[in-house]
C-alpha cells in the first residue's frame, strides 16, 4: 500500500489524530517549565476563569472533533472544515510558535512548527480532494 492508494478521509483523519497529540504533548510538558505549577495552583495562569476555559476547551476540542468528521461527514462539507479549521490553526500556531521563542519554550516552538506542517499537509490534502 502507497500514500496514494489511502482514501484521503483516513489521511485528514490521520494528520488531525498527529495534531491532537501535537497539541496534548506541548500543554503537557509545559507544565515542566518555571513557575507554571506555582501559577496554576495560584490562579495566576492564562485560563484563569470559567470562560476562557471555555473557550481554550472549544477550540482545543476542534481537532479532536476534525478525526472523527474526516471519516464520517459527506465529502463537500469535510473538504470545507477540513480547509477552515487547517488553515485556522496553522495560522494559530505560527503565531505561537513566532511568539514562544525562549529558551524554555524550544519543545512548544518546535511542536507548533511540527503541528502547522501538519495543518499545511490537511489543508493541501482537502484542497485537492477530486470527486470520486
Do not use: H, Q
Not at 500500500?1 to 498527529?18: E, F, G, Q, Y
Not at 495560522?91 to 502547522?116: C, H, P, Q
Amino acid at each position: 500500500m502507497t500514500i496514494n492508494t489511502i482514501d484521503v478521509r483516513i489521511k485528514l483523519a490521520a494528520l488531525w489524530a498527529s495534531v491532537t497529540f501535537c497539541y496534548l504533548y506541548g500543554d503537557y510538558f509545559e507544565l515542566y517549565t518555571p513557575g507554571k505549577v506555582e501559577d496554576l495552583i495560584s490562579g495566576a495562569n492564562i485560563l484563569d476563569s470559567p470562560m476562557k476555559l471555555l473557550i481554550a476547551s472549544i477550540v482545543l476540542a476542534i481537532p479532536s472533533i476534525m478525526v472523527a468528521f474526516s471519516v464520517l461527514l459527506p465529502r463537500t462539507l469535510n473538504r470545507i472544515l477540513n480547509l477552515v479549521f487547517g488553515l485556522l490553526f496553522t495560522m494559530m500556531m505560527l503565531f505561537i510558535g513566532f511568539n514562544s521563542m525562549t529558551e524554555w519554550y524550544a519543545f512548544y516552538v518546535f511542536l507548533a512548527f511540527l503541528e502547522s506542517a501538519l495543518t499545511l499537509c490537511i489543508i493541501w490534502y482537502a484542497w485537492k480532494w477530486k470527486r470520486s
